[in-house]
């Protein structure tokens, strides 16, 4: 599997930017590369602009500082800027699953809390994060429970998801004659 390139062309957002870094640094901690085999592993993907700009970053700095880490920092630096992971930190904070599914908040949760990893430093952090963003009918009830694990408290949250569903339905299905008759009558 090949890692996608990246171009750094004028189209390149803040979150393309982050998510490609994201899923290389995933891939390449995969195939256990030491940070140098990291670096070597992302210039390699470097083209075009991105390439360009790489070239102008070593250019003006010692062999020696060129590693692993001054790679992040200067493409964080270039590409995501901290104005970016300040407004997704803020985000993270602020959300709410407000009507969405469970699947959908627990992506979101997830895309927004690589930007906020000192807010959930641990498990039981991330934990009581993802329940009190809940919708109050799934929190009331989670957060009773002791969970030891985030998937866990996720997994939890789509059985009652599913279990709301079925209700609604039963529900639909019992009174769906009264409802055709309220809506003829009005």
Known sequence: MRAPE???DSDTNSMAAGFWLNDVKNMLNRVLYDD???LDGVMSLLIEQASVWWNTVVARVSTEQITWEFFLREFMEMYIGDVFVNEMMQQFLNLKQSGKTIYEYECEFHKLSRFSSEFIPTEK?????FVSGLDSQYKRI??????TAFQEVVNKAKAMEQQLKIKEKTWLLRHAGEIVA???WR
């Open 6 to 8: 990246f171009r750094g």
């Open 36 to 38: 140098q085999g990291k």
């Open 125 to 129: 952090s991330r934990i009581d994060r």
């Open 142 to 147: 989670l957060v009773s429970h002791h969970f």
């Open 182 to 184: 309220v809506a003829f």
